[in-house]
């Protein structure tokens, strides 16, 4: 299953934005905090619940391209296999920003999954632009 956030214009350099999302533990900046409990974190990976914590997801920092792309996959604590990479793409005003998420998930837990993590990263996107805005 693979899903791409809304694409959101930010007011800060692509050399800004990767330095602060490059670190596992500042992702609680651009994650709803009104959907997500028991945040835990460090320099390598980061641990959260979300859906009224059911569900535990785990990411892992794995690596980047420049500074265009900040590359996480999921740790043994998530329920199926993930990758999620934060795409930052040079503009006029400053960077453009997406998610891209695929992951190993069958079609009973896609039904159930794809619209709330659609959400979830949509959700990213947005408080990243706002993470910026002055």
Request: charged share 25%; net charge negative; hydrophobic share 35%.
């Amino acid at each position: 299953m693979k899903i791409k956030s809304n694409e959101v214009e930010v007011n800060a350099s692509q050399e800004t934005i990767f330095n602060l999302l490059k670190d596992p533990s500042n992702l609680h900046f651009i994650l709803p905090k009104d959907k997500i409990s028991e945040w835990k974190s460090n320099e390598n990976e980061c641990s959260f619940k979300v859906q009224n914590g059911v569900v535990t997801i785990s990411l892992i920092q794995n690596g980047s391209e420049g500074f265009e792309k900040i590359h996480m996959k999921s740790g043994e604590k998530s329920p199926f296999p993930f990758t999620l990479s934060i795409i930052i793409n040079k503009s006029i005003n400053g960077s453009k920003g997406f998610l891209e998420f695929d992951g190993e998930v069958n079609m009973f837990l896609k039904m159930m999954v794809e619209k709330p993590l659609n959400q979830l990263f949509n959700d990213m996107a947005t408080h990243l632009q706002k993470h910026f805005e002055n």
